[in-house]
């Protein structure tokens, strides 16, 4: 190229970069609306993450870089899976690379015919020498015949960032009209999920320690304050005994009270206050004859209340009334606009009996150490392959799971 074509290829780069960080800089700033110094700090610190991950880059031996940055499987890749199928006696009719998703390169197989590639799974994770999280087998049912998707995790330096800017702009992206909208996470394709919490109507979340559970809750909550600003509809209370995970979200304008419940005996009574507050919503809905808060009318309609305890186990060693109050409002409160966001590090059956768990109709794993956890928590398995860092499975109202990466804010 001539030396003027050099110098409009370098203006027209400098000129993208400084755009992509403008718009890096205007999503921190959304979601630090409240604080310049803690945006400021947001965009610093995810400059710096990215400035590292990027230093001293790379020899992309074992993929390329494509146009706008994204890492591409190499053939060498592809042909690594091919020949673990065929040293398994797996018949691949087909393989092909799909898309570069958040941390799984993703390849659509067809066999064949039908194999139990369940029964293959730690087979081909030692023919590739990676962990069993590393690879992840799902049936397409797209009207193929014995296709898959093949999700096989990329080296952590090549992951894709899902920062406070991708969060920002997933709450900018948001277009549907929930009434309690709370953001799920995001899916290998790069598209924010988000469900009603209204639809649940009671949440449970169950991930080990490590998982990024107490992150993803704080998300969710984060997506839930901010999509519900300025409509006076909600009130949410925060049962936090450990007293720092959630001051975030002291001043945020629905926050019940505008404080965090730290107290067991005052946990308690509210709880019993809440309860008493579910049956007058319900004298209140038979009065107008409707069924649900929603059709009250506006001006007689109470506030939506998300009540969240954190660690679920502790509330119920630490008060012996708590666990009867919860399981009155999972039971009854269902209409009346009172939501129950429960979550567990021991999601085991002493934690969640039975009886509770089936008023908790939508549920969220992450990461957990062995299958019989995952059951108690979606009634089947698979949270125990999870990476952890965030990643999770949505149940919802006793729907199909899907997989999502959390966001790490």
């Keep these: 190229m001539t030396k003027d074509e050099l110098y ?31 945006a400021r700090q947001a965009f610093l610190n995810e400059l710096t993450e990215l400035a590292e991950k990027n230093a001293g880059k790379i020899s992309l031996s074992d993929g390329l870089v494509a146009e706008g940055g994204e890492v591409m499987p190499s053939e060498n890749q592809e042909q690594r899976l091919r020949s673990a199928f065929q040293r398994l006696n797996i018949p691949v009719s087909e393989l092909n690379f799909n898309h570069a998703g958040a941390r799984y390169d993703i390849y659509r197989l067809r066999l064949g015919r039908y194999v139990d590639l369940e029964k293959h799974h730690q087979g081909l ?32 330096q090549q992951w894709h960032k899902l920062g406070a800017a991708k969060f920002a702009e997933a709450m900018a992206g948001y277009d549907q009209n929930h009434i309690l909208p709370v953001c799920m996470g995001i899916d290998e394709y790069g598209k924010a ?92 809905m038979k009065q107008h004859g409707v069924q649900k808060i929603s059709q009250l009318p506006v001006s007689v309609r109470p506030r939506y209340r998300v009540i969240v305890v954190d660690e679920l186990a502790n509330l119920k ?28 590090q021991r999601p085991d059956a002493q934690t969640l009996d039975g009886t509770l768990r089936t008023n908790l109709p939508a549920r969220i794993a992450l990461s957990v150490q062995k299958s019989t956890e995952s059951k108690i928590i979606l009634d089947e398995t698979g949270a125990e392959k999870l990476l952890g860092k965030g990643d999770h499975l949505v149940k919802w109202n006793n729907g199909t799971p899907y997989f999502l990466h959390g966001f790490d804010i």
């Design 8 to 38: 409009t290829l370098i203006q027209s780069l400098w000129h993208t970069g400084a755009v992509e960080l403008d718009k890096f800089w205007e999503g921190c700033k959304r979601f630090k609306p409240d604080s310049d110094l803690a």
């Design 125 to 156: 994770c030692s023919d590739l020498g990676v962990k069993k999280t590393a690879l992840h087998i799902v049936p397409c049912y797209n009207n193929e015949s014995h296709a898959y998707d093949i999700k096989l995790l990329r080296p952590k």
């Design 193 to 284: 999920h988000f469900e009603d919490l209204a639809t649940a109507p009671h949440l449970l979340i169950g991930g080990t320690t490590g998982s990024g559970k107490s992150v993803f809750l704080r998300t969710m909550l984060r997506s839930l304050f901010d999509l519900s600003k300025g409509q006076d509809k909600l009130e949410v209370a925060i049962l936090d005994p450990k007293k720092v995970d959630y001051l975030v979200f002291e001043n945020e304008e629905d926050l019940w009270e505008e404080r965090i419940l730290d107290d067991y005996d005052e946990m308690y009574q509210f709880l019993l206050d809440s309860v008493n507050e579910s049956e007058q919503r319900y004298s209140l």
């Design 317 to 344: 060693k630490q008060h012996d009334g708590i666990e009867k109050q919860l399981m009155m409002l999972a039971e009854k409160a269902r209409a009346s606009g009172i939501h129950l966001i429960l979550s567990t």
